[in-house]
């Protein structure tokens, strides 16, 4: 390992904490389970609607802890006012700011007008909700919602930790997780109502889709990482990254699908809601694993001096 100036570290160890990732993983499963409903809405039958609805809620609920979280790692809630001062979509920690603060109220206004819609919301907030114009949401929400899910490895990516900076996939990595884990949760949410088995086997597609492609990104960027990714594939968090975000989280999600796609009733509904759980789960562990390995990888000052050089 080489050293640094007078053996002092090249670059400054993030002082992020748990906040972060947890941020990351609520913020792009809200935008995933929007992403989902929206696709059901816009596209699915009948029973895909009835069945998929559930990701606004899934989405509104998941945004809820966001800026909180986001506003106690950044110290003050003052800090996070500042940032909404000026729009500079170039600066991906701004962009994040102006998203999530898009997102939310779009979000919940689509989770009030379906729920107007099922009679759930009745009363002067039903009428008003049904107001919200679902098209336009819609549409604005899945833009805002992508964003938000994928700005994050963004954020990452433009550090000069060698381990988030080598590559530039981390971002598609992200959203590819956040698509993955927020159809898992409207799956999740479904497979507890009775829904049809076929729309039950469309979301598996949608879920098994999104992992697929999020193996082929991962794959992408430990390659193009190389030596910088060695705190992530064979420090101490070698083994929640192979066992949890990659075994637990994608191989094993895909085939509990491929065995449930020869199921029915309540068999389809068991592997599902587990693949479902196993997905949420390996993207949570995703974002962690590469988040605290960054922390170790600042230290490595042979991966600094391979990122300066370029």
């Not at 090249?10 to 941020?23: G, I, M």
């Not at 794959?219 to 193009?224: D, K, S, W």
């Not at 009733?265 to 993207?283: E, H, K, P, Q």
Request: hydrophobic letters at 50%.
């Amino acid at each position: 390992m080489a050293e640094g100036y007078y053996d002092y570290p090249v670059v400054k160890r993030p002082v992020w904490t748990w906040e972060v990732p947890a941020y990351f993983w609520l913020g792009g499963l809200a935008g995933g389970a929007y992403l989902t409903a929206a696709l059901a809405q816009n596209f699915g039958s009948a029973d895909d609607r009835r069945a998929a609805g559930g990701g606004y809620y899934v989405a509104a609920a998941a945004l809820v802890p966001c800026a909180p979280l986001l506003i106690a790692d950044l110290g003050r809630p003052d800090r996070f006012h500042h940032m909404l001062r000026i729009f500079k979509p170039l600066s991906p920690m701004n962009l994040g700011a102006w998203t999530l603060t898009s997102f939310t109220p779009v979000a919940f206004a689509r989770a009030a007008s379906h729920a107007a819609s099922t009679g759930l919301l009745r009363g002067p907030l039903g009428a008003l909700a049904r107001l919200v114009p679902t098209r336009l949401a819609e549409l604005a929400g899945v833009v805002l919602g992508l964003t938000l899910a994928g700005y994050s490895g963004v954020l990452l990516a433009a550090t000069n930790i060698p381990l988030w900076a080598k590559s530039k996939l981390l971002g598609g990595l992200f959203m590819a997780s956040a698509l993955a884990s927020g159809s898992a949760a409207v799956t999740l949410q479904a497979g507890r109502r009775a829904v049809p088995d076929a729309t039950l086997h469309r979301l598996a597609m949608i879920e098994s889709a999104a992992s697929a492609g999020e193996m082929a990104i991962l794959t992408g960027y430990l390659v193009q990482s190389k030596k910088a990714a060695r705190p992530l594939t064979t420090g101490r968090f070698a083994m929640p990254f192979w066992l949890g975000a990659v075994g637990a989280g994608m191989l094993l999600p895909l085939l509990l699908h491929r065995v449930a796609g020869r199921r029915h009733g309540r068999a389809l509904r068991s592997l599902t809601s587990a693949a479902a759980i196993c997905t949420i789960g390996g993207s949570l562990a995703l974002r962690w694993t590469i988040f605290e390995a960054g922390k170790e990888s600042a230290e490595d000052q042979g991966a600094s001096f391979d990122l300066a050089r370029g």
